[in-house]
């Protein structure tokens, strides 16, 4: 035995791992790599759809309406005869913007709140967290609804609705983090060292807790893509002929009885492009968590 | 093998405040002290919530405030289907009526007033008022919203309970499935029961009105997305726990493991999901109206849909208030809820 | 090695032959356990002693069949009263699992479920046995209670864990696990976290329940705390049992050159100005001492006074009254059970709380009242080493870069002088430079804590605040890093306030001593008066309580050369963290 005091051992039992793979391949997880396919692919039919849809997403045929998907249009026509899956492809861009959009809203708000208030504490922070609290009170989609009313139906509308409706969730976890990192020992280790207050915010601080807004952002899109289509869904978002995710559905919507797939083909392009994105967002996190935080 | 050095907040938390060989005095249920105490937090979280509703009420009024353009305006062009302008001698009494024509400062008095006293306004279209409009249609709405928090309840404990550490492959099939309907549309999950179970299947009616069958599928469209986030964080939360040391003595005792997770783990680990149907309940009501598009059912969907588009702005407002209401109703339960699960938060 | 009877020869209950236990399959298996044997007798105790990764938790979980799922556990004989526990199900487990065996595990805080009375856990074990009516599990807990010495068990029965005092939840949880009259009694590192004066109680009844006749198993890191009961010892290390015998030669011979120098770093009383881990005197630097200034003490503190409000509002005294002054090159002791207030006063030192009465002076100057400004760069006077390093690191920054961070830019104006500089800390503490890319996560315990120490000389300080800085390390480990201490004082002439809980650690490394209760201090004077003869009745106690282990002579606890290089050496391949 070369020697026989262990030294305690930070790794929890049973994490053993596999030594002969190389890293790179033991990192690439199925689930992890399918998600990148379909976020690579839409991503190539925001710049080029052209490239992954030869037909056009208006041309009519009224002889081929409301066809099942099939060889020819593996999504379908809708009632005017248009192939379903050019329609999704060419929606994508839009649809993505509106995600964009709606998070990046979003997350300026959260950050403004949750830094403003987990820096200051006291009153303000009191202040802010209130108004954090009841601005939860409002649902994203109704909050869309009192938007349209008020202002009514357009793509600003909805960014704006969704964005405002999503960020109270963001802003309490920056908040959190903020107040985490502040009350950390190395923070305190810190200001027993004689560093001056900025230069901890700006060592410490403020690149710790803005770690999680790289999967706030990927969660955040996917999330802001789902509700703004809902909005549309009830006719309230971007309306027809454009072949916008949202403006899909609710074009389908009443032929539901009819032809299922004018629902479920753009739905499920929102479903798993709001999926990969999560998958991406959380296998982000548990890096985030497992090599930097405790 | 690790000392806790505690700081002082947890100091001054700790029971009776010091330690040491002599038994601590535990506190008696019923002392003066301590029910002034509850007494005081009640009051407390009462008038939290007051303050909430104070400044949803406050936010919504200048949200209506923002409106673009003379109101006056798109009344009369809402009324008449038709775009166009208007004459003073047109518009002053639409403005007399719903009091456009007073300083901003005394519309928002007089609203925050109406609240106070349960008046909602007055719909622009359908002249009614508000709360009269939706007591007349959320009925639905609200059985709707119930059965979906109880189907979401009992999928997401079922679901827990049964996989969580069950060995990687069915803790693995569980999570997934969480992610998986975590994320799920409602219109998509809806029109997907719809056509597999309504239209294909003949198992449920496809307009089901407000019969229980016809409760089945929206039930379950509004309540399996909740199951998953719900899922999500009670999975995390029970994990944790089945490690603590409490639950190896339970087993060390002779316990199986179908008891240690029904009658001591559970009990921890769903603090979180009763927070979060706290914050759902809103949700739900909300996603109810795409729900109720989707299965065509009654209850406030439509109505709020109509409202929206014919800028209908006191009905819409109305029903945001009274969300705000039935958040802040909800949010003292789950504080009740949490007293009740863990007694430990009643003294502190 | 086999042990084919008991040393004293009486009648077993217990026999373990040849145990093996593994986690994981094929590539992944790791063996845990590897050919442990041991035999118990009823009224008898069998202390399993080690340090963290020893496989002594996993050894006595084995004799409950709690080692999990992925585990494989393989044995040429495992016998509980003549019965095999060799593959059995689940549900043979089980009926065995409280009745024929009762398990203690650490601190009732966590080891009693926080939600329920303390009786319905009791009860519980009752139940799960079909034990009685409802009524009569009811009565037989409270018996049960007043058995392991609570006083007024029908009350106490209906409280929850938070509820009753550390000592008697301590005791409810004995009384859980001796519910249905096992056999053999389990406790696993049963006094771990505990107040000392607690830990005395509950080895009060462990020994009460041997006495009933009781076959107790002992698992523990602390060799002093097995002392008091065990009639046997083992002593396991990575896996195997390296010796095993009678307690009382064990002790007073250890035979293994491990349990030599486990027995050897135990500090205490009369360890002081020994060195506690075989690794020679580290040679000096050679670095010029730190600046003099003349005669003052560094650090005095008058009538410090801080309170706090709790969260019922209640406003309560941490710290009273209290006074020190720490000279140069000195080490104060700061020593008291949680809740004592030593943290506070650590902090109130450090100025990073402000007293609401009393003041501080360091260096003759005041240190509190002040503004942060005036305090800034005399911050470098006085640094701090806390219990746990890891948090006080920067999870993004490398070694190198916390060390960096601890430079003054005056002192050290070129990239070069601070590299220099870095180098030279690491070095102090006994670290090479391959250390300064790594993250203090990928690092050992033992290397974080030399780590935090070297980022507190980083600014060439008077005095450190060392705030419990090895209660978090294991036996050996903790033994460097106390040598370290005392060789760094030595070298550079730094004064230490050094807070423990821990009397052994205490005695060894501080010249004089404040014993602290309830905020407020007790005893102070110098170590040797104040540990060896207290005249406060607290003190006494505290004395009292502490579990000791007679000291072998040095010659006894000599190693061969060969030993002292493998075991001395601080390990320096890292710990590759998951």
């Known amino acids: 035995m070369s020697s026989v005091f262990s030294a305690p051992s930070a790794a929890p039992p049973l994490a053993g791992r596999p030594i002969s793979l190389p890293r790179w391949l033991r990192e690439l997880r199925p689930g992890v790599t399918l998600a990148s396919f379909v976020i690579a692919f839409f991503l190539l039919a925001v710049i080029a759809p052209s490239l992954l849809a030869s037909r056009s997403p208006y041309a009519v045929d009224l002889a081929n309406t409301l066809r099942a998907p099939s060889i020819h249009h593996i999504f379908g026509t809708d009632e005017s005869g248009r192939d379903l899956y050019s329609r999704v492809v060419y929606g994508a861009r839009e649809s993505l913007l509106i995600g964009l959009g709606a998070t990046g809203v979003s997350i300026a708000i959260s950050i403004v709140l949750g830094v403003t208030a987990g820096l200051s504490g006291g009153i303000l922070d009191g202040a802010i967290s209130r108004g954090i609290e009841v601005m939860f009170s409002f649902p994203v989609l109704l909050l869309g609804l009192l938007f349209v009313a008020v202002f009514g139906p357009s793509i600003t509308t909805e960014i704006i609705a969704v964005g405002i409706g999503t960020a109270p969730g963001y802003a309490r976890m920056i908040r959190g983090q903020v107040l985490a990192v502040r009350g950390s020992g190395y923070v305190e280790a810190g200001r027993a060292l004689g560093h001056r207050h900025r230069r901890i915010v700006r060592r410490h601080i403020f690149p710790n807790a803005m770690r999680p807004l790289v999967v706030i952002f990927t969660l955040g899109v996917g999330q802001s893509i789902v509700w703004a289509s809902g909005l549309a869904f009830l006719g309230l978002g971007v309306a027809p002929p454009s072949p916008e995710w949202g403006a899909l559905l609710n074009a389908g919507r009443n032929f539901v009885t009819q032809a299922w797939w ?6 499920l392009a929102i479903v798993l492009f709001a999926l990969s994105l999560t998958t991406i967002g959380r296998s982000i996190q548990q890096k985030l968590e497992g090599g930097l935080a405790r | 093998m690790s000392v806790s050095t ?23 249920a019923g002392t003066p002290r301590r029910s002034l105490r509850i007494a005081r937090r009640v009051g407390a979280r009462l008038l939290g919530a007051l303050a909430v509703l104070w400044a949803a009420a406050t936010f919504v009024f200048f949200v209506q405030a923002l409106l673009p353009g003379s109101r006056a305006t798109l009344l009369l062009n809402e009324a008449s289907g038709q775009q166009q302008s208007y004459s003073k001698a047109q518009l002053l009494p639409v403005e007399k009526e719903y009091g456009f024509n007073k300083p901003l400062i005394v519309q928002y008095l007089d609203y925050i007033g109406g ?9 622009y279209t359908q002249h009614q008022p508000v709360l009269t409009i939706i007591s007349r249609e959320v009925g639905p709405t609200l059985v709707l919203t119930g059965a979906a928090l109880a189907f979401a309840w009992v999928i997401a404990l079922a679901l827990t309970i049964a996989t969580a550490k069950r060995g990687r492959f069915v803790s693995a099939l569980g999570s997934g499935f969480e992610i998986v309907t975590a994320g799920l549309p409602y219109y998509w999950l809806g029109v997907i029961l719809l056509v597999v179970f309504a239209i294909d299947l003949k198992v ?11 409760l089945v599928l929206p ?12 899922g999500q964080v009670t999975r995390d939360e029970f994990e944790k726990v089945l490690d603590q040391p409490f639950v190896t003595s339970a087993r060390a005792r002779g316990m199986g493991d179908l008891g240690v997770r029904l009658q001591h783990v559970l009990r921890h680990a769903v603090l979180p999901a009763v927070t979060l149907s706290g914050w759902a309940l809103g949700a739900l009501i909300s996603g109810a109206v795409i729900v109720e598009s989707v299965f065509a059912r009654p209850g406030i969907g439509n109505m709020l849909v109509t409202a929206a588009e014919s800028r209908d702005v006191p009905l819409v407002s109305g029903v945001v208030m009274l969300v705000a209401v039935v958040y802040v109703l909800a949010n003292l339960l789950v504080d009740l809820a949490y007293v009740a699960i863990d007694p430990r938060l009643s003294g502190a | 090695m086999r042990f084919d009877q008991e040393p004293d020869g009486t009648r077993e209950l217990l026999r373990v032959e040849n145990l093996n236990v593994g986690f994981g399959e094929g590539r992944h298996a790791r063996p845990v356990v590897k050919g442990v044997s041991f035999s118990l007798s009823a009224g008898r105790c069998l202390a399993i002693v080690g340090e963290s990764g020893s496989g002594k938790s996993v050894t006595a979980r084995t004799l409950v069949g709690l080692t999990g799922g992925r585990s494989h556990v393989q044995a040429d004989r495992l016998e509980l009263g003549g019965r095999s526990l060799i593959g059995l199900r689940d549900r043979q487990w089980r009926g065995i699992r409280g009745s024929q065996v009762g398990f203690i595990l650490q601190d009732a805080l966590v080891s009693l479920d926080q939600l329920r009375p303390v009786g319905k856990e009791i009860e519980e074990a009752l139940r799960l046995h079909r034990w009685g009516t409802s009524r009569t599990r009811r009565q037989r807990a409270v018996e049960l209670l007043e058995m392991v010495g609570v006083p007024e068990p029908e009350v106490r029965a209906r409280q929850r864990p938070g509820e009753l005092s550390g000592g008697l939840r301590q005791r409810a949880l004995i009384a859980s696990a001796l519910a249905l009259d096992p056999p053999l009694v ?17 080895l009060d009844q462990l020994e009460a329940t041997k006495r009933r006749g009781k076959a107790l198993i002992l698992i523990s890191h602390d060799l002093a705390v097995v002392s008091r009961l065990a009639d046997t010892v083992a002593v396991m290390n990575d896996g195997r049992i390296l010796e095993y015998g009678r307690a009382s030669e064990l002790f007073a011979a250890p035979k293994h050159e491990y349990t030599k120098a486990l027995i050897g770093a135990i500090p205490s009383a009369e360890s002081r100005g020994a060195r506690l881990s075989p690794a020679p005197r580290r040679v000096a630097l050679g670095l010029p001492p730190r600046r003099e200034t003349a005669g003052g003490p560094v ?10 409000r709790g969260p019922d509002g209640i406003h309560r005294t941490v710290v009273d009254e209290v006074s020190f002054t720490l000279g140069q090159g000195e080490t104060l002791g700061i020593v008291g059970e949680s809740g004592s207030g030593k943290t506070t006063t650590a902090r109130l030192a450090l100025a990073l709380a402000e007293p609401d009465e009393g003041a501080v002076r360091l260096a003759g100057q005041p240190w509190t009242g002040i503004s942060e400004k005036q305090r800034r760069e005399r911050r470098r006077q006085i640094t701090v080493v806390y219990q746990d390093p890891l948090s006080s690191f920067d999870p993004r920054w490398s070694v190198g870069q916390v060390l960096l961070d601890s430079l003054s830019p005056t002192e050290h104006p070129s990239a070069a002088a601070r590299k220099k500089r870095v180098l030279e800390l690491l070095e102090l503490v006994g670290l090479q430079e391959e250390h300064l890319t790594r993250r203090p996560l990928q690092l050992s315990g033992g290397q974080r804590q030399r780590v935090a120490i070297a980022r507190a000389l980083g600014p060439a300080p008077r005095a450190i605040v060392c705030d419990e800085p090895v209660s978090a390390l294991d036996v050996s480990i903790q033994a460097q890093v106390l040598d370290l201490l005392a060789d760094l004082q030595a070298e550079l002439g730094v004064s230490y306030l050094f807070i423990s809980h821990d009397l052994g650690v205490i005695h060894h490394i ?6 602290m209760s309830e905020g407020r201090v007790v005893e102070h004077g110098f170590s040797e008066e104040v540990l060896t003869r207290p005249r406060h009745p607290y003190t006494q106690r505290l004395v009292a309580s502490l579990p000791t282990l007679e000291r072998p002579t040095p010659d006894v606890l000599a190693l061969t050369p060969e030993s002292r290089r493998s075991l001395g050496a601080p390990r320096a391949r890292a710990v590759q963290a998951a």
């Open chain 1, 262 to 267: 004018l629902e479920v083909m753009p739905g």
């Open chain 2, 6 to 28: 505690p700081t002082p907040a947890e100091v001054a938390a700790a029971p009776g405040g010091a330690k040491g060989p002599s038994p601590s005095r535990p506190p008696v």
């Open chain 2, 115 to 123: 609240l106070a006293h349960g008046n909602f306004g007055t719909s």
């Open chain 2, 204 to 214: 449920f009616p496809v307009q089901g009105g407000t019969s229980l069958a016809g």
């Open chain 2, 219 to 230: 039930a379950l469209t509004l309540g399996i997305p909740l199951a998953g986030f719900i």
């Open chain 3, 186 to 202: 389990i406790a696993d590192e049963p006094t771990t976290a505990l107040d000392v004066t607690i830990q005395a109680q509950v």
């Open chain 3, 299 to 308: 650090l005095e503190a008058e009538g410090l006074i801080k309170r706090f």
């Open chain 3, 510 to 515: 501080s010249d004089r001593v404040l014993v």
